[in-house]
């Protein structure tokens, strides 16, 4: 076992311990980028001035009306920026854009001595536009050609020859909707200039790295004379990866032409209306089966919905294209994938980042098969996992498949699925209005950003002469419970309790170069980042601890706060006797810790390679009634088992999970992005902008009967002490939900029923799915040749290789 | 008149030169108390969850939670407010605080004082232990969702107001089924005893706007007379949206929602008199169970903090289609009682919406109270369409009364809301029902009939094409239910 995955005995890892600002949330203690400004004198408040067409250029923009109204101090434009106008790192999100390119882009943003005068000068500011013409479904822009970057390939065999050579072979079509993130905080940002011109800002960022980057090319500074700081977020799921450094870089504008703090916080239907959200995806495919329902060939194309600007859609795009396969072993393989072009907001990441997306497709298409193959769903997926000696379509190999045959197994068993399927068939046959499902699926994810450059992180550990002990590190809390996770890591490694360590805010001047908490790799890069920077400390104590003790430096333990001899009659010292020792011996008591994910490869532009550390595994079970009459339904009970390694932090692993499940859920089932695709004034408006309309799940979608399980014996080699990720990849258990609703609809029609379902399956969604199924109308699938065949890219598309595979492959050949 | 303040965990805090448009939400924060959390601005979230002493049933007093985003701080002169952090410390946690710490009932946190407050209002509930763990009220419809009581008493409607986006709730439901009986030591037990604090009329200028809580009915009625143009506020759960997403803003806001003559429930022989200023969670204790189908309406009414300060004329008067009252009410046969300086008159509710969002009522003439007739009918049901069970608003809403005797339909008033610009009643459905068979071909004849009433549109909650197939399909769900009829007590 590596060094990095042995844990000690009487470790702190794997305790369950609250999160570490449990106390501080209950309380309303804790504290948010917006809750500074009320510490914070002379705040000016800023207020976006939002144009209601889905695409025009804007001829003139007067701002004189806005500066005549009381308390506006001052309206910032394009002419204003002093370095590059710009928000993203592709260089196509102009910050004031002369452009609309959405319904709702903000084209300025005005200054108030309170919100209330931002807001009236806001309105005050006259705009006149050129509307222009606008594409705003994924239909419309595939139809219309409108695609931007690349048009990567996942490519394994011959997919035609596969195809010639199945037994069955069906083809079809999907589309499926994005969501929301809906953080409980929005965006915030609170920007202010110190005494030496440095700028400061306070954002409620997963990337401040990124935000500081941007923010410095907009001012036209370097990226040492800005400083960003992320508190805590409330709520992030990827939609704070890319999306605050727009916002934080007009607050910091606003400070450096005013010389006051700017506070930008949006409101609800703003962050709304304005910032990215998960893109929806459209797929054409077709599938081989042989006799027995063995997946043999597949060939598709997804396409997502990317909005106005590229953002983070072409790694978001890798990673689906990369997911297709989810669990299931295909040897032809052809995906295809582009990006379209529409006049949204720019979709970003979001917890899976393309992931479930890919996964969809798949599950879509196996749970529409299964009833034309006459197999039941769970024994088709089951029949088709991953086995030993397998790779995946880009080549990787599938390690510890096994472990994903004992999560389906241990699922079976805990969820009794055998005997309550028998109870589900005997309940519908005599149920004639209301039907029950009960579906399984399977998860398995990769571990990594797809990108290997980003795989590293950093942190910087002080202790201080009284023996407490200060971590920094690159990652930022969200609610995930990251910094409870480094706590322990910390404590385990210098042998202290948990109480002896604190833990500071995410800082770029603590910690520089950092990567975005994303892909679920917070606790792997940068737990595995503050036990190096621990480790040193520890072997440079233990050489103190050695001279004191009478012992060899090798035989020094550091556990439960006390320093002794491997010896079982070693002498005991306490451990801040060891650092006092140390710091009058001129030992240094801080380290820099830092740490590179080994042993990972990507070729983007081929899209072959091992780009992930490992896989994360899941199994989920669920259970759901449908009532006839009208296609609402409740969640009865769901069973799942995930794979988080040897856990970090069980209560913080389990909530992950479950909020992720339910995440899920709420993303396949009840969230509704609706835009207007009318030729009326409305066209591009986002009319789901509120959380009235746009419903998250409540207590109402949480399942009456919910099991959770952490899979056991399943330590990981060559992660932070044996642990593995698990943001991301729980969201995708919800699967299993949709799968259920899908089978309960089909309970409706005649035995052997295949069933379309709309994504998200709203009530009104799965009434039409039952009524399809009771009208015996069955799926729209095609059987046999040519059928629905997939569109293939276009060979002129932009090339997908990024900039920091390009150095490296220069680096390579020189 | 006192000169206006708020008691906030303890402290007496003056409200001089707050405008009317300022919400306790605001207001808090301005003061420091930043566990009070913006998330939706619409009292869809409830992140900004606080407690207020509101008169109670079962005690004198009883904490209520209500959204701080909707109300005006105006609104609270003279009462008392608490929040997270007047309920403990990190160093004293509160009960509620330690079971959702311990338990991973927090994440990102932003939510959580809000839910702290709203489950701190659950923890409180007088009668909260008397109730079983299958049903939330006695005499309440028997309800499948027996999961959402715990052993404890607590009613996890409680909380359907609060969205959590991280933990996927389990662990907040734990820590509301855990919790017990609050100390006899506990002050906040303790207050429930003593009586809640006295309303007092209220004039609060600011922003160069007036909020003015009259001291009676003819001083309202007065008040209005001379400015007609005046809003009138009862819960502040419609207007409050209004001034936070659509930035409205009123010259003079008049308060009648503790007005002592719109605050009364009368049972007499021919009919149940419900003041119109009484919240639809005061309206459903009250009942105790009196009208069976607004029981059934009153758990899918938005959520247990908007029903806290939401009033049943309010939801009449704000004239909105898909308001729930209405069509319920519709099916009752109830009536509205206007009163204005004049006198009193009743209009039938089928005759009070004119046009979407107008009703017959006059400028000047306020809602007093909701009539409805007894005996009411037997064959009763409330069916809400919407994309989530716990707090949305309808697509459809469907209100059914009928009689039916030996087998005969004598009796049909449907109640229609979602399917036009005004709450309707179902009169081609009503006609085609009443005198034939209740049978299941009589009915089928019947639901296609209903799935034509009204001009239901396309919108982001539902297509116009469902919402009509739902019109239809409550017919025949209601059939399926009541094949037989049984009694139903009035």
């Known amino acids: 076992m590596s060094a990095l995955s042995e844990r000690p005995a009487d470790a702190v890892v794997g305790t369950a311990v609250p999160h570490e600002s449990a106390v501080l949330h209950v309380t309303g203690t804790a504290l948010y980028t917006d809750d500074l400004v009320h510490r914070t004198k002379d705040v000016l408040h800023a207020h976006p001035v939002q144009v209601p067409h889905a695409h025009a250029r804007v001829r003139d923009l007067r701002t004189g009306p806005a500066l005549r109204v009381p308390g506006v101090v001052r309206v910032l434009t394009a002419a204003d920026v002093p370095g590059v106008n710009d928000a993203g790192v592709k260089h196509d999100e102009p910050l004031f854009p002369d452009e609309v390119m959405f319904h709702g882009h903000a084209v300025c943003w005005v200054l108030g001595e309170t919100l209330e005068a931002a807001r009236l000068g806001a309105a005050a500011v006259e705009v006149d536009v050129e509307p222009l013409p606008s594409l705003v479904s994924i239909r419309d822009a595939v139809e219309a050609g409108s695609f931007q970057g690349g048009q990567p390939t996942v490519r394994r065999g011959d997919v035609e020859a596969g195809l010639d050579a199945s037994a069955h072979v069906f083809s079809g079509e999907f589309e499926f909707s994005g969501q929301e993130h809906f953080y409980l905080e929005t965006h915030c940002a609170l920007a202010s200039v110190d005494e030496s011109g440095q700028v400061f800002v306070q954002s409620s960022t997963q990337h401040p790295s990124e935000t500081q980057e941007i923010v410095a090319h907009v001012l036209g500074l370097s990226n040492s004379e800005v400083t960003v700081q992320c508190l805590r977020m409330g709520g992030g799921f990827g939609g704070k990866e890319m999306q605050p450094h727009g916002l934080a870089a007009v607050a910091a504008l606003g400070a450096t032409l005013t010389g006051r703090p700017v506070r930008l916080r949006l409101d609800r239907t703003q962050d709304m209306t304005m910032t990215g959200k998960r893109h929806g995806f459209h797929a054409r495919w077709r599938v081989g089966f042989d006799e027995d329902g063995r997946l043999q060939a597949l060939d598709a194309t997804l396409t997502s919905d990317g909005g106005w600007s590229l953002d983070l859609s072409e790694p978001v795009l890798a990673r689906a294209l990369c997911h297709v396969d989810n669990a299931y072993w295909i040897p032809h393989v052809r995906v295809n994938g582009r990006i379209a072009r529409t006049h949204k907001t720019s979709q970003t990441a979001f917890r899976g980042f393309g992931g479930p997306q890919g996964m969809l497709v798949i599950e879509d298409v196996l749970g529409r098969c299964a009833p034309l193959l006459g197999l039941d769903a769970a024994t088709l997926r089951q029949r088709n996992l991953y086995t030993a000696g397998r790779t995946t379509p880009y080549g990787q190999p599938v390690r510890h498949p096994e472990r994903l045959a004992r999560a389906w197994q241990q699922v079976l068993d805990s969820a009794d699925f055998a005997a309550r399927s028998a109870q589900v068939a005997a309940f519908n046959d005599a149920s004639p209005h209301t039907k029950r499902g009960l579906a399984i699926t399977p998860v398995k994810f990769g571990i990594s950003f797809n990108l290997t450059a980003f795989n590293q992180g950093g942190a910087l550990v002080h202790v201080y002469k009284d023996g407490s002990v200060l971590v920094n590190h690159g990652g930022t809390e969200m609610g995930q419970g990251l910094h409870t996770k480094m706590l322990q890591v910390a404590a385990t490694t210098l042998g202290v309790p948990l109480g002896r360590v604190r833990l500071a805010p995410t800082r770029t001047d603590k910690v520089p170069n950092t990567s975005a908490t994303a892909a679920s790799s917070g606790a792997d890069l940068n737990g595995a980042a503050v036990k190096n920077a621990c480790e040193q400390i520890r072997g440079r104590l233990a050489q103190v601890a050695a001279e004191r003790l009478g012992v060899a430096p090798a035989d020094v333990r550091f556990t439960g706060g006390v320093v002794r001899g491997i010896a079982f009659a070693s002498e005991q010292v306490p451990w801040e006797e060891v650092v006092r020792l140390a710091y009058f011996q001129r030992v240094q008591l801080s380290a820099a810790g830092f740490y590179r994910t080994e042993g990972l490869h990507w070729d983007s532009a081929a899209m072959q390679g091992e780009p992930f550390k490992y896989f994360s595994y899941g199994v989920a079970a669920a259970e759901v009634e449908v009532d006839g009459f009208t296609g609402a339904y409740t969640l009865r009970r769901a069973d799942l088992v995930h794979d988080v390694g040897d856990s970090l932090s069980p209560l913080v692993d389990i909530g992950q999970i479950e909020g992720g499940f339910v995440q899920g859920v709420g993303w396949l089932t009840l969230e509704d992005l609706r835009w207007d695709e009318s030729d009326g004034p409305g066209r591009g408006r986002l009319t789901t902008a509120s959380a009235s309309t746009y419903k998250l799940p409540s207590f109402s979608e949480v399942p009456e009967v919910l099991n959770v399980g952490l899979l056991a014996d399943a330590a990981e080699e060559g992660a932070v002490y044996g642990s593995k990720a698990v943001g991301e990849p729980p969201l995708m258990l919800a699967f299993s939900v949709r799968e259920a609703l899908r089978q309960a609809a089909a309970a409706f029609g005649p035995p052997g029923t295949s069933v379309d379902l709309a994504s998200p399956a709203t009530p009104e969604a799965v009434f039409w799915a039952l009524e399809r199924a009771r009208c015996t109308e069955g799926a729209h699938v095609d059987e046999g040749a040519p059928g629905v065949r997939p569109d293939q890219p276009d060979p002129g598309a932009p090339a997908v290789r990024p900039y920091s595979e390009q150095v490296q492959h220069v680096l390579s050949r020189t | ?490």
């Open chain 2, 1 to 490: 008149m006192q000169s206006p303040a708020v008691t906030v965990n303890g402290q007496v805090v003056p409200l001089d030169g707050v405008a009317p448009h300022t919400t306790a939400l605001d207001w808090l924060r301005g003061r420091g108390l930043l566990g009070c959390k913006e998330g939706c601005a619409e009292g869809e979230c409830g992140a900004c969850s606080v407690l207020v002493a509101r008169p109670g049933v079962a005690a004198p007093t009883q904490w209520t939670a209500l959204n701080a985003c909707l109300l005006p701080i105006a609104a609270l002169d003279g009462q008392e407010l608490v929040t997270a952090e007047g309920l403990g410390t990190p160093a004293a946690l509160h009960p509620v605080q330690r079971e959702i710490a311990v338990r991973g009932g927090s994440q990102c946190g932003y939510c959580t004082p809000g839910f702290v407050c709203s489950m701190a209002a659950e923890y409180y509930r007088p009668d909260r232990a008397a109730a079983g763990p299958s049903t939330g009220r006695p005499g309440a419809a028997a309800e499948p969702d027996g999961h959402l009581h715990g052993p404890n008493g607590f009613d996890l409607h409680a909380l359907s107001g609060n969205l959590c986006r991280c933990t996927g709730y389990r662990p907040l439901r734990d820590a509301a089924f855990a919790l017990g009986e609050p100390p006899a030591e506990d002050p906040f037990a303790a207050r429930r005893d003593a009586p809640p604090p006295p309303v007092a009329a209220t004039r609060v200028v600011g922003g160069g706007a007036e909020f003015v809580r009259p001291a009676d009915l003819p001083g309202a009625l007065d008040l209005l007379a001379g400015r007609p143009g005046a809003l009138v506020l009862a819960g502040s759960t419609d207007w409050g949206v209004d001034v936070n997403l659509r930035a409205a803003r009123a010259a003079l806001v008049v308060a009648v929602d503790r007005l002592p003559e719109l605050r009364t429930l009368d049972v007499g022989p021919e009919s149940v008199e419900i003041g119109a200023a009484l919240t639809l969670t005061e309206v459903e204790t009250l009942l105790a169970g009196r009208v069976p189908l607004l029981d059934e309406l009153f758990p899918q009414f938005a959520s247990r903090l908007i029903r806290n300060g939401a009033t049943i004329g309010g939801n009449l008067g704000t004239g909105s289609p898909i308001g729930d009252t209405a069509p319920a009410l519709l099916a009752l046969d109830a009536s509205v009682v206007l009163a204005s300086p004049e006198g009193e008159r009743e209009v039938p509710l089928a005759d009070y919406h004119t046009g979407y969002r107008q009703s017959v009522r006059r400028p000047g003439e306020l809602i007093r109270a909701v009539r409805i007739p007894l005996p009411q009918p037997r064959v009763v049901a409330f069916h809400k369409i919407a994309k989530r069970r716990f707090d949305d608003i309808s697509s459809v809403a469907v209100g059914f009364g009928l009689d039916v005797e030996d087998g005969v339909v004598r009796r049909a008033r449907i109640g229609l809301g979602g399917v036009a610009a005004t709450p309707l009643r179902a009169r081609a459905t009503e006609a085609a029902l009443v005198g034939r068979p209740w049978t299941e071909e009589m009915v089928r004849s019947a639901a296609r009939v209903m799935a034509g009433e009204g001009t239901p549109l396309d919108d982001h909650r539902a297509s116009a094409a469902y919402r009509s197939a739902m019109l239809g399909q409550a017919l025949l769900r209601l059939h399926t239910q009541h094949r037989t009829p049984q009694e139903v007590g009035a």
